[in-house]
């Protein structure tokens, strides 16, 4: 913990940090919002030079962590197949300022508590 946060954090490790998301998935991301259309799980796994399976589980990751959205399409005549895009980066930004609130408020908690623990112990020791 330290050590990142001593760091020279980018948005890109701030992604990760906050979502727990691997460089392909960051990749993946990426590709999505260079690209001005929707793309198939395959096309992003063509872009990144992997297999559609790891492509798909990276895609899986990023809906999850709200960075990406999905929609469907259908066929003329009959069945569907689904895109993804990037979710609005105000969105996403709003979420991260959540989650960091929260760890914030977690680590104030934190923090006091370990403040009345061994305060008590010190005043007990006088």
């Known amino acids: 913990m330290v050590e990142y946060l001593q ?67 259908n066929y003329e005549h009959g069945g569907y197949y689904h895109v993804y895009l990037p979710t609005d980066p105000n969105e996403v930004a709003d979420e991260m300022q959540r989650m960091l609130n929260d760890w914030y408020a977690q680590m104030g908690t934190l923090i006091q508590e370990f403040r009345d623990k061994y305060d008590e112990k010190i005043i007990t020791a006088e």
């Open 7 to 73: 760091s020279d954090m980018q948005c890109e490790g701030l992604l990760e940090c906050l979502h727990g998301l691997k460089q392909l998935d960051r990749r993946c991301f990426e590709v999505l919002v260079d690209t001005e259309d929707p793309m198939t799980v395959d096309e992003v796994a063509e872009a990144v030079e992997r297999e559609r399976s790891t492509a798909y589980r990276s895609i899986q990751r990023l809906l999850q962590a709200g960075l990406i959205k999905k929609e469907q399409v």
